[in-house]
């Protein structure tokens, strides 16, 4: 079974570039073969507390951000849950706090 993932994209981080980012997002996640369940596109962090949270469902593996700005000081928060995967750069930040790729 392929992990479920999800997307974040903070829109004050790069407002102009939103869009793109998404499609990034969900060509990651084809050329990886996760189960995209869906992309949050947040107009800023205010939100999180509530969508980290909801990470935690079993199942869930992965999720992939644009930049690490996108998850700001939550990096480790999610971290906990689920491994992230930025696009730029193209790197792994795992759960033991190893990133590779």
Same mark, same amino acid.
């Given at each position: ?9 903070r829109?004050?981080?790069?407002? $102009? ?6 499609r ?6 084809v050329e990886?073969?996760?189960?995209l ?8 962090d205010?939100?999180?507390p509530?969508?980290?949270? $909801? ?8 999720v ?12 480790d928060v999610?971290?906990?849950s689920?491994?992230v ?11 033991t ?5």
């Open positions: 079974m392929n992990p479920r993932g999800y997307g974040i994209v829109a004050d981080v790069s407002p $102009s570039s939103v869009d793109g980012y998404v990034d997002i969900r060509a990651l996640a990886r073969s996760w189960d369940r869906a992309i949050f596109v947040e107009p800023s205010i939100w999180f509530l969508l980290v949270t $909801s990470l935690g469902v079993p199942g869930t593996g992965v992939i951000v644009p930049t690490p700005a996108h998850l700001g000081g939550w990096m999610v971290r906990r689920v491994e995967w930025t696009l730029y750069p193209l790197m792994r930040w795992s759960r706090g190893d990133n590779c790729e």
